[in-house]
């Protein structure tokens, strides 16, 4: 052991030895509480050997202790612990004011059941208090869910201390706490956007706008003030930051503040727009504030940087119109530019294939060129390209197409030049240089035209489109004649594209027939056509007639391949229907069938057409033939199941025939984009139908109320008399309080009475009406509401009169004021008194009773309306209270100006209200026209007049010169659009062209205006003053045989106008129908059933047509019109069906008694009236 000691000490002396050599000695001295506690040790040492056994004792006493107090702990620890539950808090959030939803509960949800039983889904009476108190009631939704519902909306950034007393829960609960905090939901400012506005109309119109949207609807003084907007040049060398004038706008809410600062010109330079908002502004009522301030830089772009070029790309665009594939250079620029502006600066060349310095580049692959090798040397090689401009939707636009052609692969070289200006005046720094490659042209397909009919007395061929293919391989399938009800029962999809599900498919169906057609090389991107004749698939080797229902397919395959399979092959199917006959069916409310069949070659119905209704097997369920007209009527279908169920309807005619399949989706004609709204027809022609009304609609506790009751039926041909009905009369808590058996009268006409009592409660009572089963309410009829309110005289009056004299015209909204008058009941003004107000302003149309055949205008109609409370006052010792209403922040424009203002008495909560209304505009005088006739069917080539008059807010007549008048046609072209994954597609869109400009002045007594109808379209005329402000728009449209434009959606919609709304029986109604193509249709009159109905056919795409209204055809019906295409029409591309419906009223003259009713203006008390 002394070895290994020696050993150890030998080894620490040297380690230490060595460690001195290699850092050096260190000494170190402990501090002085070191040796404090060194010397107090040594005292306690001391101590302990000089009394080792009162040392022992008195450590034993502290180990004791120790001990004692450890297991004193731990077994009061282990005690059985009272049980406490706890509870978690869900603040509430903002109520949903966009929906006008209630305000959000404070919802307490305990850890275990805490409720007492009596209270459960009840409120609680007492024993909850919240600092500061807020009106509501605390309601218990389960045994452990305690909620607060307020009666308002909770303010903003309330914090609320809540104590609960021990009757809240269940006696033997012991909460672990009761009492907490919350807070009311959070008032938040933040920033929707800032931008860099620039006015669609107006071009010298700049500004910036920002928007903020608050959780809480804000304070519009406290906002205002908060509002920092100041403007600051980018250059060094200017100066420095001006403050920014600027108007605030709201929504109806004020949850929304919309911030445009001044017009601002166009600067030299960029300059920014600088925004701030403090974090002190409060929300309306509330003494809360933002959470954080919000600031906002908005870039004005100087004179050369705000117009640039965004892009500039070749794209192949599908063409509607040719149904082809056309190549479009579209450039792309960052502001609105004129179009002609742009085609006047556009030019492109076609570059050479191959650069002059490298003439060994391969012939396969153009030279790709870039701008800078581009010189005038070698433009003088290049082609230059004509561009075909693409029209635009607006005169200036951001997207501008020019159609060319070029071979694919080659290389163009395009130039903007700098000369071009946008709509607001901002230039080109430079011209600009592109170098493109003409893109490839996708390899297609397709079965050309629409639908699925060919005629069967044309030549029977269809027509295939192929691009950039080798060949193209036809299928042919021939429906068998015993498997035309499979094909319907076993597909399902559209009807030119039937799927079929299962192992069940064409081949189940057909006999199939392959043709494999090589296709000569074209030019890549020039389309080839492939006629394919299906005339000699229509009979058998013997001759024989077979049933023209082929189910084709054509794909794209390679003849110097034929066997390979491709799986990027284009393909295209459709169900093709040889046959001359059309077939249309009308289901009628009782479920009756009505069918037309028409000739498609002639356009004229089929009469002695055989028509079947063939069930699931095969079997034909009804027959029958069409009438001279190709009508035939059937029963009802309802209640056929199994084998029996109708599939599709069969028609037959000389050999021809052609089948509509039932209950196909793709096969009803969809008429919800057209006028069709209104109460649905009743399926029972019997069924009843009550009308209730009362003779005042208010009552106060103790009146009777009188309930009148019509009954009648559906057709009103049923005898009701002694008919029994029960009423019940329901009170504004929802008891009922009255059941009264009625017994009809001979016309249906009966009379209600109930007395309310004097206690009854206030509300809205409801007066039903049901028929009786079994001695009870069964089957609900009708019901009206009255209102039980009481009546509490005023001891104070209020008026409320506007600073500018309001006359039946309209006053200037700068500086409008209103000054609210109360006085007591004796005419002594009332001092100090509380007086809120409020403004609506609703955007309006002007209309004066003067002028009431007039029209008028409104140059800057607005698209929403505004709602502001103003600040309450007090009234002066007068009695009087001034408001200024501060109209200028509000957009220009024509509003409906309501100031509501309500006056509370010096004590109590009770108000008197009193209101105004005027029209307000900025306007200093209005334009306005009667026509002599509607103006939606002018007859072509008819005189029909306008007579223009302009008037001054005081509505008296003025003359107005400096004005213009300008005609222009309302025509609808294919322009080029930009689409979500950044691709181009031509769309339909309305587009005015001017026809021509003349100067305007019109008179004090009027002008006359002749309409120009010389040929059939929309047209327009538009009158402006000298600042080109538009002051009246008038459209019309001529109706007549001739071609017009219109949409160039394949599926679109006839164009329907009648020549009025509303017709006597017997009278003619005269349809201005707009076709996309000429042909043939069938006009109905229906609405529970078809009334009338005529054939009749069109060679021009407008054209008049007329149908009788049926004498015995009384209330309200529509007009329908179904168009077949004319087989001989060049419109192959568009569907061969449009259709469209327009409403009609029939005049109730033969159903009305005049009643004229004359009453003096002024009668005096005692006086009798008669």
Same mark, same amino acid.
């Given at each position: ?92 959030? @903002?109520? /949903?004011? =966009?929906?006008? %939803?209630?305000?959000?509960? #404070? $919802? ?6 805490? +409720? *007492? ?31 607060? @519902?307020? /009666?308002? =909306?909770?303010? %903003?950034?309330?914090?609320? #201390? $809540? ?6 829960? +269940? *006696? ?999």
């Amino acid at each position: 052991m002394n070895k290994l000691k020696a050993l150890l000490g030998l080894f620490f002396g040297l380690l230490l030895k060595g460690l001195a050599g290699l850092f050096g000695v260190f000494h170190w001295q402990p501090p002085k509480w070191l040796d404090a506690i060194n010397n107090w040790l040594h005292r306690v040492f001391d101590a302990i050997a000089k009394k080792p056994l009162t040392s022992i004792l008195v450590l034993l006493a502290i180990l004791i202790a120790g001990a004692s107090s450890w297991f004193t702990y731990h077994w009061w620890q282990s005690r059985p612990q009272p049980v406490t539950i706890d509870f978690s808090i869900q603040p509430p959030e @903002r109520a /949903d004011l =966009e929906k006008n %939803a209630p305000p959000n509960p #404070l $919802v307490v949800s305990f850890a275990g059941s805490v +409720a *007492p039983l009596a209270l459960v889904a009840k409120d609680v009476p007492e024993g909850i208090s919240m600092n500061p108190d807020i009106a509501g009631h605390w309601h218990w939704q389960d045994d452990k869910t305690l909620e607060f @519902r307020p /009666d308002k =909306e909770w303010p %903003a950034g309330q914090e609320y #201390l $809540v104590k609960l007393e021990k009757s809240v829960t +269940a *006696p033997q609960i012991k909460l672990a706490r009761r009492d907490f905090t919350f807070n009311g939901p959070a008032f938040t400012a933040t920033l929707e956007k800032a931008e860099f506005y620039q006015d669609p109309l107006d071009p010298v119109l700049k500004k910036a706008v920002i928007q903020l949207r608050f959780s809480h609807p804000v304070g519009s003084k406290s906002l205002e003030k908060n509002i920092t907007l100041s403007l600051k040049n980018r250059a060094k060398d200017l100066k420095q930051a001006e403050d920014l004038s600027f108007a605030v706008t709201y929504d109806t809410l004020k949850l929304n503040a919309f911030i445009h600062s001044k017009p601002l010109p166009v600067p030299r330079y960029d300059q920014q727009v600088n925004f701030t908002l403090t974090d002190k502004v409060q929300p309306g009522g509330s003494d809360t504030t933002n959470d954080a301030p919000v600031n906002a830089s908005i870039l004005v772009p100087g004179l050369y940087n705000g117009l640039t070029i965004n892009d500039v790309q070749l794209t192949i665009t599908p063409n509607k119109q040719t149904q082809q594939q056309d190549q479009v250079l579209v450039v792309s620029t960052s502001l609105p530019v004129h179009e002609q502006k742009m085609a006047e600066n556009l030019e492109a060349w076609l570059l050479p294939r191959n650069h002059p310095k490298y003439p060994q580049n391969d012939d396969t692959t153009a030279y790709p060129w870039s701008p800078d090798e581009v010189s005038a040397d070698i433009l003088k090689l290049s082609t230059r390209l004509p561009l075909q401009a693409v029209p635009a939707e607006h005169e200036f636009t951001g997207i501008h197409g020019f159609r060319l052609q070029a071979d694919v692969g080659r290389q163009l070289f395009v130039k903007i030049n700098k000369d071009i200006k946008s709509f607001g005046g901002y230039q080109l720094p430079k011209a600009e240089y592109r170098t493109l490659t003409v893109p490839e042209f996708p390899k297609e397909l397709r079965i050309l035209g629409d639908g699925s009919l060919l005629t069967l007395s044309g030549e029977k061929k269809i027509a295939l489109m192929a691009r950039d293919l080798p060949g193209v391989k036809v299928e042919l399938g021939r429906v068998l004649p015993d498997q035309l009800q499979n094909l319907v029962s076993q597909s399902s999809g559209h009807f030119g594209h039937p799927d079929f599900s299962g192992d069940f498919g064409q081949d189940n169906l057909s006999e199939r027939f392959e043709i494999a057609l090589p296709l000569p090389a074209q030019t890549p991107g020039i389309p080839i056509y492939q006629p394919v004749d299906l005339s000699g698939y229509m009979s058998d080797a013997q001759g024989n007639n077979k049933r023209g229902i082929f189910l084709l397919t054509v794909k794209s395959y390679d003849p110097a391949r034929p066997d390979d399979y491709n799986d990027a092959e284009v393909i295209d199917k459709r169900l093709i229907l040889v046959t001359d006959l059309g077939t249309l069916v009308k289901t009628e409310q009782d479920g009756s069938q009505v069918i037309f069949v028409q000739s498609i070659q002639t356009g004229q119905p089929q009469a002695g057409a055989d028509v079947d209704i063939i069930g699931k097997n095969g079997l034909a369920l009804f027959s029958g033939q069409t009438d001279e007209q190709g009508k035939v009527r059937f029963p009802k279908l309802s209640g056929l199941e199994r084998e029996r169920q109708p599939i599709f309807y069969r028609v037959k005619f000389n050999g021809d025939m052609s089948f509509l399949p039932r209950e196909r989706e793709d096969r009803k004609l969809n008429f919800s984009r057209f006028g069709i709204e209104g109460e649905a027809n009743a399926k029972d022609a019997n069924q009843l139908n009550a009308y209730l009304f009362s003779d005042r609609g208010i009552y106060r506790p103790g009146d009777t109320f009188h309930i009148g009751i019509i009954v009648k039926t559906e057709n009103w041909l049923l005898p009701l008399e002694g008919l029994p009905l029960q009423a019940e009369v329901t009170d504004a808590r929802g008891l009922v309080v009255q059941k009264a058996g009625i017994n009809l009268g001979v016309a249906g006409f009966n009379e209600l009475s109930y007395t309310t009592l004097e206690s009854s409660p206030t509300g809205n009572y409801t007066v039903s009406l049901y028929t009786v089963k079994d001695g009870h309410s069964d089957q609900f009829l009708g019901q009206t509401k009255v209102k039980v309110e009481e009546f509490q005289p005023d001891r104070i009056k209020t008026t409320a009169v506007f600073s500018k004299p309001v006359s039946e015209g309209w006053v200037h909204p700068d500086d409008l004021k209103v000054t609210v008058n109360v006085q007591n009941l004796y005419g002594a003004p009332a001092e100090a008194r509380q007086v809120e107000a409020n403004i609506t302003l609703k955007p309006a149309l002007p209309a004066f009773k003067r002028y009431s055949d007039y029209n008028f205008y409104d140059p800057h109609y607005a698209k929403e309306g505004f709602d502001e409370d103003l600040t309450a006052a007090q009234t002066d010792n007068k009695g009087n209270a001034v408001f200024d209403l501060g109209l200028e922040k509000y957009t220009k424009a024509t509003y409906q100006l309501h100031f509501f203002t309500r006056a509370f008495e010096a004590k109590g909560g009770r108000s008197v209200a009193a209101e105004a209304y005027t029209l307000v505009s900025d306007m200093p005088f209005l334009v306005g026209y009667k026509a002599d006739g509607a103006l939606n069917f002018v007859a072509k080539d008819a005189k029909r007049h306008l007579q223009l008059i302009a008037i001054d807010p005081q509505v008296q007549a003025l003359a107005a010169d400096n004005l213009s008048v300008e005609l222009i046609e309302r025509k609808v072209l294919s322009v080029l659009t930009r689409q979500t994954d950044n691709t181009y597609k031509y769309e339909s869109r309305a587009k005015e062209t001017s026809l021509h400009k003349d100067a305007l002045a019109i008179p004090k007594e009027g002008l006359d205006l002749p309409l120009d109808s010389a040929t059939p379209g929309d047209y327009a005329y538009l009158v402006r003053n000298a600042d080109g402000l538009l002051l009246s728009r008038i459209d019309y449209s001529v109706a007549g045989a001739g071609n017009v434009s219109r949409s160039l959606d394949r599926n679109a919609e006839l164009q329907l106008t009648l020549d009025k709304p509303e017709y006597e029986p017997g009278e003619k109604i005269a349809i201005n129908i707009r076709a996309p193509y000429t042909g043939a249709g069938l006009i109905t009159i229906e609405r529970d059933k078809v009334y009338n109905s005529v054939w009749f056919k069109a060679d021009t795409q407008a054209s008049v047509q007329t149908i009788e209204v049926p004498k015995e055809l009384t209330g309200n019906a529509y007009v329908t019109v179904q168009y077949i295409r004319d087989p001989g029409s060049d419109e192959i591309f568009m569907s061969p069906l449009s259709y469209g419906v327009a409403p009609f009223k029939i005049s109730l003259a033969r159903h009305t008694q005049d009643l004229k009713l004359d009453v003096p203006e002024l009668i005096k008390p005692g006086q009798t009236l008669t």
